[in-house]
Structures are given as structure tokens and as C-alpha cells.
């Protein structure tokens, strides 16, 4: 008999390993990128593991050992510190980082996991399966280029998690998440995150600021609470990138009857639908052209 649940990490791990990312090269006048961790483990009953653990050097390997029979295969999120100032204060994330100089992607994101929440995902632990698209972050003021994102996806290779040493000034809490929440059919509870779209949002002169939403109005993103593991755990509500990220993954294994896939499919929306309908095109053409050009360079 099969195991629905490990069908699924399977699937995931070959099909990622063996696709080709989109690749988007740093700009000479902007260097920096993001290098993230999407972790993923199989979390089998005690009664399950070992005495003895033989690591496995392949997917192959990981796959046919008898510990992977029984339990679930989940995912790693993490929810960063709330810092004022922070654009990223309070959000649920992927372990990661920017870049140092002359670092590759994969040093970077190593380094800021092992600073994060102090997982070595150079020890014979975790398995590297592979790199999801690669995405460019702009400024919603001026467009401007902030930094490329690169999505690794890692799996842990051994039956119990190393301890997590979280850096509180950087990380608030790190939950795991069962795959299959995200594969169910089942409808989940969500809402939207509703964001002021003025570009103006720090401007000094509050009756100005004021105004100005008024005229452009707001702009609405789908987002989910992802399951607690107590009752007492703090509310991890996933949307944007990592959302956005967690698709892509999902999207390795099957769709076809993921309530979650679903929602993220679904457009940003806008309060005022002259200006949804300019951005929505505005969006896609920059899209399209940049797609043409990275094929020209290659």
C-alpha cells in the first residue's frame, strides 16, 4: 500500500530536481539579492526511527529508507521579529537573507539560516533538491530595483530535527506546517491584507498622505493563517512572496484539488478599478518585455 504523503515529497523532490529555475543576473548597478530557505523534512512517529541512522547521499537513498513509510512531510515557515522601521517586521517568511560581497547564493543563504534560527544546512543533515524562479523585488514608490529573490528548497535527510537557536532580534517564532494542509480540498479560512496604494505612504505632510489614499485608494491581498501546533502559538498569516513562493512548491506536486492553489491564483484587488485595470497592464507588459529581453542575453 502506498503512502499518499510520501508521494507527494516525492514527487516534489524530482520533478524540482530536475527543472531548470528561472534565472535573473544582478545588474551591475544593483548587486544585492535575497537568498532564502524553504526546508523541507518527513516527520515520522518515534516508534518509527531508527537506533541507528544511515544518511542518505541521494533522493533515491532518502526515499528508501523505512523510516520514510509512516507520518507526513511538512514545511518550514518562520515569522520575523516585530522591529519599527521594519518593512518586514511581523511577517511570515522563509529563513534567509541578503547577500555579502563576493558571496554565491548558495553561501549566502547558508550563512543567514545558520545566523536565523541556527540550522547548519552545510552539516550531512540537509540535502539541497533544488532552486525555484528567481523574482525581482522593486520599490512600489519609484519601481526601482531592490534586490533579486532566490528560493532555494533543502530536505532534511534525517528523522530528528536538530534544535532550533533562534536570533530573537531577527526571528519571533518558527513553526512547522504539514504539506498537505496546503494539497487539501478542504476550504481554509482567509482574508484579505488591505495595504493604502499611495506611493506616497511615508510622505511628512499627513493631509497630503490622507488625500492621496483617498484618490488611489487601497489595494487587497489574499492571505491564510497556517495551523497552530498549540493553542498558545502566535498567528502566522501567510500572503505575499512567501505565499507567492509556497505556490511554486505546491504547484510540483498536484493542484488540481488544492483549495490553497486556488486562492493564490487569484489577483491582487483594487478598491478603485480604473487604476486596478492600468497596473494590472502596466504589470504584464514590463513582465513580458523583461521576459524577452533575459532570452535575448541567453
Known amino acids: 500500500m502506498t503512502n499518499a504523503n510520501v508521494d507527494a515529497l516525492k514527487k516534489l523532490c524530482f520533478t524540482l530536481s530536475q527543472r531548470e529555475p528561472y534565472r535573473i543576473p544582478s545588474p551591475s548597478d544593483q548587486p544585492r539579492r535575497g537568498v532564502v530557505a524553504a526546508i523541507l523534512r518527513w516527520h515520522c512517529p518515534k516508534k518509527r526511527i531508527p537506533t541507528e541512522v544511515q544518511k542518505p547521499r541521494t533522493l533515491e537513498e532518502f526515499f528508501d529508507q523505512s523510516w520514510v513509510q509512516e507520518g507526513e512531510a511538512e514545511i518550514l515557515f518562520m515569522q520575523r521579529a516585530t522591529r519599527k522601521g521594519d518593512r518586514w517586521s511581523g511577517h ?26 541556527g540550522v547548519d544546512l552545510k552539516s550531512g543533515d540537509y540535502l539541497l533538491v533544488g532552486q525555484l524562479d528567481e523574482r525581482e523585488i522593486s520599490s512600489i514608490r519609484d519601481n526601482k530595483l531592490l534586490m533579486i529573490l532566490v528560493p532555494y528548497v533543502y530536505l532534511q535527510i534525517v528523522p530528528e530535527s536538530p534544535p532550533f537557536e533562534l536570533q530573537t532580534s531577527e526571528v519571533a517564532a518558527v513553526r512547522w506546517v504539514p504539506l498537505s494542509f496546503f494539497l487539501s480540498s478542504q476550504v481554509l479560512d482567509y482574508s484579505p491584507i488591505t495595504e493604502p496604494l499611495s506611493i506616497f505612504r511615508h510622505m511628512k505632510r499627513k493631509w497630503l498622505k490622507s488625500l492621496l489614499n483617498v484618490m488611489l485608494g487601497t489595494i487587497s491581498f489574499t492571505s491564510i493563517d497556517l495551523p497552530p501546533t498549540t493553542a498558545s502559538d502566535n498567528v502566522f498569516r501567510l500572503w505575499g512572496l512567501t505565499m507567492g513562493m509556497t505556490k511554486d512548491i505546491i504547484k510540483l506536486v498536484d493542484t488540481k484539488e488544492s483549495f490553497f492553489y486556488k486562492l493564490t491564483t487569484q489577483s491582487p484587488r483594487f478598491s478603485r478599478v480604473d487604476i486596478g485595470w492600468f497596473t494590472m497592464l502596466i504589470t504584464y507588459a514590463k513582465v513580458y518585455w523583461k521576459r524577452i529581453c533575459h532570452k535575448n542575453v541567453r
Do not use: L
Open 92 to 117: 511570515v517568511a522563509f529563513p534567509g537573507g541578503k547577500n555579502e560581497k563576493d558571496e554565491t547564493d548558495e553561501e549566502t543563504v547558508c550563512r543567514e539560516v545558520r545566523e536565523e534560527i
